[in-house]
């Protein structure tokens, strides 16, 4: 298995990198790739069981935009080509096509999505999230300057059940395109979520076996079961 | 009609003070609160000390704040604050309302010691200009409030106003970036024995030349960014510091303070690095403020770190020791469990700094317990760890992954049952996490602590 991490300098916040070192628990033999922005990425010249990108600051989403808008061509084709692909957090916004922030934050995006992403800096988004990815129920944390608006419908990546999508007004959740899944959840996705990483780990053709199981699974059907509840509001307010 | 509005507030603020004295309530923001409402930019039209004086940062501004506050009056400053409050735009209202006569002048104080969160500075700025921002550092806190050091070093350059002169952190360059073009100074700790070049930590927010993007090269990491860097692409390093801290002698109390090739003895009354840099963040404001060096050093002899963050006794046969470790504060974690890790003795950890009060219509978010050094609990002197509140799976799920042993993890639902969990072995220390947002729980679980501390000893409480 060799799973490689974008430009894990930057993209690394929230406890995004979990995601990584919780796979690596699961596959203990999988060989983690760490790619920097001064690097070619891997996955362009030779297929990966998993690329994976996390949450950045701004600056950094200049500096992914700096880093994948040379190679966009080459990207969309693996992409085409059935590479999986997993990004969390506002690093999503690099694949729409533009970013602008109330702070003077103007970037253009890889533009694989007809979506404007907009930021307001002194107004943090904090949710809950429920969801569906095909049967799995998803449960995860939002917490954004700002979201993505505009894009079609048909898209997504997850269907909200209860909290937000890619932005107030639509239920579908992230993006996806063939296996390109990006998501605005940040953090440990893959520890909160064991269907869903089983999920992947078959995706990737490794055996589904999860690390700490008992734990996972209990922690998840308690976070599911709270999320479900009539008494719980998934917005911060 | 502006100042007429701000002074019906601001009496109606001050006549709220003594009616909250009668009802026990002159700890709180309400003055504050109430004047704000009334007149949202109350503090244009306040007067001003002679000196103002913002510490702000991620960590330690409390500290810093309080121990300078004590050093300038015991030095015969008359100085005004917001220790009794919050630190944010209603606790330094509250501080200006308390400390200004009837028409808002402030004739009583010759320094102000604000204490700002650093989240509150768009709030706070545009009305209050300090002389002197002192920032602790910039750390990753609150994933949901403060999103990332980056954002906040933003935030202040933004609005801190530009002749403050700064002091900076010149061995954390997030805060030591700020304000790029304000006057400046910095402190710093020189090389210690503890230091390592590379990361040991998972949060590592300085992982390129914030120049040229290139690779940084670290001289010497305390921890996580922390420490005397140099870009191997262009060079850019890390500043010299105005007021170089070394030879720090924990055992016997003691650092030298350098300034301009001069070296002062200084008393050391932490065994705590992060307090060291509290300290060495005082003596650089206070010299700032012409003070001299030998002066200080007695200040801070007769001084002492806050209790209420760290608070240790022997109670019975039993070491009991209080250590605050903010919750959703991954930085603040791992700075707490190092400490411990590295004290001597075996030891049990109860966690309470978890977000006991999310509890009901929201739940914790839990991204940052994945940012925060549990590995370092993995050492063999912490016997037991104990979880509770509802995100007990998730906390254990955080031990396991970071290596620690199935069978020193506990896990007891109800707060008020986890004492019990204690093995209560003679020898052993027991030690309670918490967080601002447990205090009243802690409190309780410490005193059922104690009780059963001295219960084991075989003495009654009296």
Redesign the interface.
Known sequence: MRIEVLFP??C???????NI??LK?CLPDAEIIETS??SRPKFLDTPMDLVYMGST???GLE?VVEALSPVKDELVQRIDEGQLFLVTGNTMDVFGKTMESD?GLSLTGLGLFDTDAKYY??K?H?S?FLGKFEDIEIVG?K?L?GMTHGAPQGEGLFLTVRGVGRNENEKEEGFRRNYFFATYL???LL?MNPPFTRYLLRRMGAPETL??SE??E??YR??LA??HSD???PI?H | MGKLRFLAALWLAKLSIPALKITRHQGTDFPGVLALKLCPDLLRYMGRPKTIIAVTGTNGKTTVSNVLADILAADGHNVMGNRAGANIISGISTAYIRACNPFGKIKKYDIAILEVDERSS?RVYPYVKPDYVVITNLF?DS???N??P??IA??LS?YVPEGAKMVLNADELISGSVCPKNPRVYFGIGPMETDVTDCVN?L?DM??CPKC?GTLKYEYRRYHHVGKFVCADCGFHSPDPDYYAEQLDFAHGTMQVRENGTDYTYPLITDSIFNAYNLITVVSILRQLGMPHEKIARYMKQTSIPASRHYEEQVGDYYLIQQMSKENN?MAGSRAFDYISNRPGDKELLFMMNSLSDT????E???????TDFEFLRRDNIKRIIFTG??I??Y??RA??AGISPDRIVCVEDENDAPEAFSFIPGTDIYLLYGTDSLTQAARVYDKIKTLALSHSGKTEG
């Open positions: 300098e930057i690394n916040l929230f406890g995004d990198l979990a070192r919780y628990l922005l001064k600051t701004e600056r500096l702070h800096m002194l943090r904090n809950m944390f917490s300057f940040i953090g440990p520890v690390a700490f734990t996972i209990e922690a308690r976070r709270e999320f008494s719980f509001d911060y | 768009p990753q994933i949901m409030r999103a990332h980056g954002y933003e935030l933004r998972l590592n992982r390129i993007n991954s009901g219509a929201w739940s978010n839990t991204a940052w317990l994945f940012d509802p995100r799976n998730d254990a799920l396991l992954m």
